[in-house]
């Protein structure tokens, strides 16, 4: 590319023909923007969470192609690897990073049987799937351990149990960073109703679908959030957007 950038408009015009560099395709370039925007996002979360020495774990609700489960891992090992014990709770581990676990839920098979939303025609039964061992195949090929990676497998409604729940608190399992991304409005209401009690002043909650629907307050996952909130024990203060789609809340 030119160094028409540093030159007035200081931008390179969408329609100019070097706004596709290097013979790159329109979809490289779009989910270039759009996970640059991620990255940007989880970078910031990642600085909140080690500057106010929040300790705890990662939680991910729908992990397909392991992409942003990937960015929270490597900028993990980023900070341990650069800053390495901050004097508080925060110290590195074995396998690289703060955090205590990297929790993965997932059907591992995509969306459940019934699905169907006319206006997402790839919210159907099976679409986006990422098996376990593809998942955990990917996180290795791009250069993460898989040390402390758990797969917690089933739909939701049946995997998020009391057992469950009881495990992780017998191992004293608290969220740092949560990532909800599982597009249905029934999904975001078991995943909030679950996870609210691994929640602690400073987990950083990033809702991947929140403007989805036509951003609509009473449908999809904005409908199960604004009730979530209603009946929370937690306040939440607004913390970043992520592009057009995402939102995230900090919990006080």
Known sequence: MTDRNFKEPYFTPANHPEFLANNESWVENNQRFRQKQKFDFYRNAMDFIVENDVSGSYFEFGVHRARTFTMVMSLDDFYASNKGATG???????????????????????????????????????????SEN?????????????????????????????????????????????????????????VLEWVEQFMRPGTVVYLDDFNTHRAQPDDGP???????????????????????????????
């Open 88 to 130: 508080g709770s925060l110290t590195p581990k074995s396998g690289g990073g703060y955090l205590d676990h990297y929790f993965a839920f997932d059907s591992f098979a995509g969306f459940p049987e019934g699905t169907k939303i006319e206006a997402h025609p790839q919210y159907i039964q099976g679409a986006v799937a990422t």
């Open 134 to 190: 593809e998942f955990l195949g990917l996180l290795k090929n791009y250069g993460q351990s898989t040390e402390r990676v758990e797969l917690i497998t089933g739909f939701y409604e049946k995997s998020l149990t009391p057992e469950l729940a009881s495990q992780f608190n017998t191992r004293q399992v608290k969220a740092a960073l949560i990532t909800i991304d599982c597009n249905l409005y029934g999904s975001y209401r078991s």
């Open 222 to 252: 904005k409908r199960a959030w604004n009730e979530f909130r209603r009946g929370s024990d937690f306040g939440f203060e607004p913390f970043l957007p992520v592009g057009w789609c995402g939102f995230s809340f900090i919990a006080c």
